[in-house]
């Protein structure tokens, strides 16, 4: 994973689990998403699309199984239109989310070396 790929979901999680964490608050977040007419949660869909987005299109990733996690905050966004049953989905996106963070955390970068040698063979390894 390359440093700037791992910043972006760094960020993008954060925002995210802040979000969660509001929105899993019994009555308060439950005004605030009946208060703006559901509009934040299509706001948490749509950052879990853009998180699901740059985990497929990396090609450096070594968390590409951690896919899922975004996939279920989306799925997880539309379910929480139901109130009650939105309130438990937040606290599930709220711990999936925290493991997805130390998850990115503990992703090895990928750091490009200009002066690397590639060896296919035997023949070259002698030569040199």
Do not use: C
């Not at 439950?30 to 990396?58: C, E, H, K, R, T």
């Not at 070594?62 to 009650?84: D, E, N, Q, R, T």
């Not at 989310?97 to 023949?123: C, G, H, Q, R, W």
């Amino acid at each position: 994973m390359k440093s700037s790929i791992r910043t972006v979901l760094l960020i993008l999680s954060l925002i995210l689990i802040i979000s969660e964490l509001i929105y899993g608050i019994p009555f308060l977040g439950g005004s605030i998403i009946l208060g703006f007419g559901w509009q934040p949660l299509l706001i948490n869909a749509f950052l879990y699309f853009v998180m699901v987005i740059i985990l497929i299109v990396d090609n450096q990733n070594s968390i590409k199984p951690m896919l899922f996690i975004p996939l279920i905050g989306i799925v997880g966004s539309f379910i929480a239109f139901i109130p009650l049953v939105g309130m438990v989905v937040h606290w599930a996106l709220f711990f999936l989310m925290l493991f997805f963070i130390f998850i990115v955390l503990s992703a090895p970068l990928y750091v490009p070396n200009k002066n690397a040698k590639v060896i296919y063979t035997e023949d070259r390894r002698n030569k040199n």
